[in-house]
């Protein structure tokens, strides 16, 4: 039993493929192919419905750049395309392909660069009822927590969600320069607490997606300013609420590292939590204690990202697998990032992952991961079954 998404995708892939005819079926059945195929299937099908779709990318890699892989404008539901430099079929011309339009002109270059794709072609429905105040923490620093935050929230703004990101991180603060922000940090929340300014000031509302806004503690390199703790953060909190413009569906919170006093007020007002781990001891060290302190906090609701995975060294066995992961934490899984270089080019440059086109694989991984966040049923378990028995395609799709 595995906590993933691709299985019921495969569930729902095969199930459609039967009931909307050949051509359908056998995209379905290539799936079915790649994923067998997969050398990392297990680790693979721990990666949620992104890892399903990371799975095809080697497998396709493997077998030469082979199947392609498209959306189904109509179903929402990703396909696998096929013939080796085949064209994609009229229905995909304007296909959206986790929030990006895939049209005919740049298909070509999109195809090209899309490796992984495994999105619905819909709004995710909210579960539970806003704002819902999620705190984003690891312990250990530089593990991918502000990426995770910036990223997670610049989707949750582009699905039409109303989201703050506050930068709790006070002494560090760099949510602003991922966000490329920085410039435009007039007023803190420091500020509106010693009533120099009114809340709206203070909030720097994101030009691309003008329902993203982020709140600032401090100026950078400021101290942990005297009396701001946690009561400081949730009366920040509950004026965001009352907002005349309207209650935010998101409040995302970026943690400091370590457990002590940046950490406890940026847990305080949260009543969910992200733990985002790197598959290596010192961090699951860390994200296993803070677990046990956000739990004692009484927050129950707490998911996990494994960030930085790199499939090439779980293969040699130098790397934790996600499985393996999951099962030291015990905690849902939301996403898993792959180690990309375009996140360091992304941060450096000030723009967030997610906005970047034609997407990269830890975009759409991240797209993934807001996705689950806003459904959090989607985090059931679901069985891995084998493929399915009929196998005459696969010595033509190179199986
Ligand atoms: P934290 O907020 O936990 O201290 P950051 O989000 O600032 O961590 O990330 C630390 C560094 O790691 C940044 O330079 C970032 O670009 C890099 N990084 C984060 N996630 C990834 C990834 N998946 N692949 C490559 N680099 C990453
Ligand atoms: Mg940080």
Known sequence: MYSTLSASSCHLLSRRSSSDGGSRASCSLQFWTCHRQCEEALTATSYGSFGASAAIARGSERMGGFPKLGLDEKHGACLLLGGRGGKLPRMFERARVGGHLLQNGNRKKNNATIRAILQWNRRPQMAGSPPRVVVVT???????????TANIGMCLARLDFKVVAI???????????LLGLENR??????????????????LIRDKRWVNFELLCINKPRYKMPLGFGGKALTWLVDAL?????????FILIDCPAGIDAGFIT??????????????????????????GLLECDGIKDIKMVVNRVRSDMIKQEDMMSVLDVQEMLGLPLLGVIPEDADVIKST???YPLVLKKPPTLAGLALEQAAWRLVEQDSMKAVLIEEAPAKRGFLPFFGG
Do not use: F, H, M, W
């Open 138 to 148: 690891s312990g250990k620093g530089g593990v991918g927590k502000t990426t995770t």
């Open 167 to 177: 930068d709790a991180d006070v002494g560090l603060r760099n949510l602003d320069l």
């Open 185 to 202: 940090v007039n007023y803190t929340a420091i500020e509106v607490l010693n009533g120099e300014c009114r809340l709206d000031q203070a």
């Open 241 to 249: 609420k009352k907002r005349p413009e309207g209650t935010p569906d």
């Open 266 to 291: 940026a847990i305080t007002p949260a009543n969910e939590a992200i733990v985002v781990t790197t598959p290596d001891i010192t961090s699951l060290r860390d994200a296993d204690r803070v677990t």
């Open 348 to 350: 450096n440059r000030g």
